[in-house]
């Protein structure tokens, strides 16, 4: 079946513009978790959905991010107000349920000029 | 909190040759242990995992990690490595409780397999 998919594939905003990054995990996945890896940098947790829970937003940098996911499935991450250091990858990755092995998807290459 | 570290910021080998990619760990309570692949311009790919049982863990594309809990290491190997083998390596553990639990990944290792 289908993987972890992601949109757009690169995106380049200027400073001080919102962008919105969209991913379509796995159907049937509960578990839907937000990474940004910079460059040459490992992954950062950003965000986590657990089903109807409330998001663990425990790793997001500052307010200006953001991220809903609607009717159990999509999700987007919002960065307001852009500035250059938010420039990186930005991968999410879903699972059947808790704690199993993520599948990612490709990535979203943000660069912010 | 739970945490890996991944000494090595690239490792070189020759094709045919076995390397490893080492990882340690560092958690409260029993570990729970992922090893990931990244190629260019793609996500990443699970490899395998030790959760519980044989502390040799078969897993994807030929690779198997070993679990040394003396050692508090899950380093990744392979017999004999190949150049299509070249890639960024990610050592994970689990963090969280039951239901509600995310990854938190090593700095990652490059490897480069020379012809």
């Known amino acids: 079946g289908a993987g972890v998919s992601q949109s757009p594939s690169n995106k380049v905003t200027e400073k001080g513009k919102d962008v919105e990054l969209r991913c379509d995990p796995i159907?049937?996945?509960?578990?839907l978790y937000w990474y940004r890896q910079s460059l040459g940098q490992g992954l950062e947790f950003l965000i986590y959905?657990?089903?109807?829970?409330?998001?663990?937003k425990s790793g997001l940098p500052s307010d200006r991010f953001s991220a809903e996911r609607t009717g159990g499935s999509v999700s987007t991450l919002t960065i307001q107000r852009t500035q250059q250091e938010d420039s990186a990858v930005y991968l999410c990755?879903?699972?059947?349920?808790?704690?199993?092995?993520?599948?990612f998807g490709p990535g979203t290459r943000l660069t912010v000029t | 909190a739970q945490s890996v570290a991944q000494p090595e910021d690239q490792v070189n080998v020759a094709e045919g040759n076995p390397l490893t990619v080492k990882c340690t760990y560092s958690?409260?309570?029993?570990?729970?242990l992922f090893w990931y692949v990244q190629y260019p311009n793609r996500g990443l790919q699970f490899l395998l995992k030790y959760i519980t049982g044989d502390n040799l863990v078969k897993g994807s594309y030929g690779f198997e990690a070993e679990f040394n809990k003396s050692q508090t290491s899950f380093h990744l190997k392979k017999p004999s490595a190949l150049v299509s083998d070249s890639a960024l390596y990610f050592c994970a553990v689990r963090e969280g409780s039951a239901g509600f639990q995310k990854l938190v990944f090593g700095t990652g290792t490059r490897l480069l397999v020379s012809p």
């Open positions: 958690v409260s309570g029993n570990p729970y």
């Open positions: 159907s049937g996945h509960t578990a």
């Open positions: 959905f657990q089903g109807n829970s409330a998001p663990d």
């Open positions: 990755a879903s699972t059947p349920g808790a704690g199993g092995e993520q599948y």
